[in-house]
């Protein structure tokens, strides 16, 4: 039988080391799917929900993985219901290929069914490679430059294929004028700055006796190069959210995440350094950085165009973090001033008992913090924590202690709610053997990850360990907004766009198969983690959490006091709200407090 264009399709993707493909089927890429099912299993198609979920999924899949993501959806809302997960990808620099369907080549252009200029709609976030084929002997450059291109750019490329190209014929292209003749394969060069650009660093570095250290997703595979260079310059480390499993919360001088959702050790690393080195981090709020001419700058990239764009830097090194480091290392001098160091360490040390004064202070009915504060020394080792975004994404970056050999993630640069399921699922099909946790707020649960709750159903059996643990803060309101709008915009609480369904979802995961955990009281929130992390199957644990426990920023400032204070008065959860913000600032002023209420 000659082989078609989607069969081809699919062994060249296998070539390429393509094991797993993300996505939901329909008439418009029928043609690959058939070559799917005619390949025997030889790359694993998921079907998600969603193909929304499935762009996540596949965006997750490369940040566990390490390799090319990849998702497929048909023609016109099957491909434009990816893009929120492709922006995902781009926003994090991971590399995603999408295949799409399309209408027939004779059908273009004539206001056909399902008919979208898919080119034009991918463009900007597969701006480095998308194309639409038009004929089988283009197929095999296309796969082969958008899958180097996302390696290479680690980014998203995008294949547009024509139902009805799909099913012809396949055949190579000709040895003649106007064809390109591809191959396959890529390997990561080895990129690390020039010498003397090396030494300007060093320079930099030695001379500095405040310094402070920010990793992002980039120093992921540079954990022992980066503690290294900090012991060498006595330094202190922060994370972005990106990076938090980039360096252990064990080590006493990493003061953990940076920003609003950071801590208030971060904070003041970063407004008395003199000297900042910034290793692979995107980190995009610049007033959690060192004032403008405070400190002196190098900061270490992969990609040029993030080099100096949230702080001046006076060294820009481009290369990878931990080869660069390694090569930085022999030209810095050891430190024997401690004194910036201990004060780290001290500054540490008073968040930490800060952040047990606030997880353990009483709530109604459970305080959200307290739920992860519980969960982080009960983590089994290498573990795989997802999280959404939302309040629940304050507990993950403050609450959550990470250990070598864990591995966590979250919708980073685009921040989108219902990333946490999708990305707990892909990190289980890519580690079959690991245990992971997602941590999601009750408002993205309803968004849309609820329903893939029944793709855990769907494979669960599959995996190697049964180990996978949905928690849902149930508070009925989209906290993290609220919030905002009290803090940021000085408004009260608008109880119309802000409240949202009580939804048991606990039960529902019981109905689809899984394992359903309920808890009201803070006084079962460590034995409902030990009982979910013994399950013999997937786990729901919903907890339900008081919505008025605020997420405090590591630093207050006038403005927003004001704010707050302004819409306090008129909210409707004032008496609540009041009574929570006294126990954590209370927790904050007089360590040692433990409320007995």
């Not at 180097?148 to 396949?170: C, G, H, K, M, S």
């Not at 008395?272 to 981090?281: A, H, R």
């Not at 606030?358 to 020394?377: G, K």
Request: aromatic fraction near 8%.
């Amino acid at each position: 039988m000659s082989t078609t264009v989607s069969d081809f399709f699919v062994e060249r993707l296998y070539q390429w080391g393509v094991r797993r493909i993300y996505g939901y089927p329909g008439d418009g890429i029928n043609g690959v799917f058939g070559a799917l099912n005619r390949a025997g299993g030889k790359i694993r198609f998921i079907q998600a929900r969603h193909e929304e979920m499935a762009a996540f999924m596949a965006s997750a899949d490369a940040k566990f993985g390490g390799g090319l993501g990849v998702c497929i959806a048909t023609s016109g809302p099957g491909a434009a219901h990816l893009l929120t997960g492709l922006y995902d990808a781009r926003l994090d620099h991971m590399p995603v290929l999408a295949i799409c369907g399309q209408q027939a080549r004779t059908a273009m252009g004539a206001h056909y069914q399902q008919e979208i200029d898919l080119a034009s709609m991918f463009k900007d976030v597969a701006g480095a490679f998308v194309q639409q084929a038009a004929a089988p002997a283009q197929v095999r450059h296309l796969i082969d430059r958008g899958i180097r291109t996302a390696l290479a750019e680690r980014t998203v490329a995008a294949i547009i294929l024509p139902n009805d190209l799909q099913e012809e014929t396949y055949s190579d292209p000709p040895r003649s004028h106007g064809a390109v003749l591809s191959g396959i394969g890529y390997s990561r060069p080895k990129m690390v700055p020039y010498d003397e650009d090396l030494r300007r660093a060093a320079e930099v570095l030695n001379a500095g006796s405040k310094v402070a250290i920010l990793v992002g997703a980039g120093a992921l595979e540079a954990t022992d190069e980066v503690i290294a260079i900090a012991e060498r310059l006595g330094a202190g480390a922060a994370k972005a959210l990106l990076g938090k499993a980039a360096l252990p919360d064990e080590l006493p001088w990493v003061t953990g995440s940076i920003g609003l959702l950071g801590t208030e050790a971060s904070y003041k690393l970063m407004t008395e350094c003199d000297t900042f080195l910034m290793i692979g981090s995107g980190f995009p709020y610049s007033e959690f950085l060192p004032e403008e001419g405070q400190a002196r700058g190098v900061q270490i990239d992969l990609k040029a165009d993030m080099l100096s764009i949230r702080y001046p830097m006076e060294v820009n090194l481009q290369g990878e973090a931990a080869e660069t480091l390694r090569m930085l290392l022999p030209l810095l001098k050891e430190k024997t001033d401690r004194g910036w160091r201990d004060a780290v360490e001290k500054w540490r040390a008073g968040w930490e008992e800060k952040l047990e004064e606030r997880a353990m202070a009483t709530a109604d009915p459970i305080n959200p913090q307290r739920v992860v504060f519980e969960l982080s020394p009960r983590l089994p080792e290498r573990a795989i924590v997802t999280c959404d975004s939302g309040s629940c994404a304050n507990w993950f970056a403050r609450d959550l202690k990470i250990r070598r050999g864990m591995k966590c993630s979250l919708s980073g640069g685009l921040a989108s709610m219902g990333a946490g399921v999708p990305y707990a699922i892909a990190a289980k099909f890519v580690h079959p053997d690991r245990p992971v946790v997602a941590l999601v707020g009750d408002g993205a649960m309803q968004m849309n990850n609820m329903a893939e709750l029944i793709t855990v159903a769907k494979y669960w059996q599959e995996w190697e360990s049964p180990h996978w643990i949905c928690c849902v803060f149930n508070n009925e309101d989209l906290n993290q907004v609220t919030w905002e709008q009290r803090a940021m915009e000085g408004d009260p609480k608008f109880e119309a766009s802000q409240n949202i369904p009580n939804v048991p979802y606990h039960r529902f995961a019981e109905s689809i198969g899984l394992q359903g955990i309920y808890v009201d009281r803070e006084d079962a929130v460590a034995a409902a983690w030990e009982a979910a992390l013994a399950a013999d199957r997937p786990v729901v644990i919903e907890f339900k959490t008081d919505p008025d426990v605020p997420p405090l920023p590591p630093h207050i400032k006038l403005e927003q006091a004001k704010a707050y204070a302004s819409a306090l008065p008129r909210d409707p959860d004032t008496r609540g709200i009041i009574k929570q913000t006294a126990k954590q600032v209370l927790g904050s002023l007089m360590p040692g407090h433990k409320d007995k209420e």
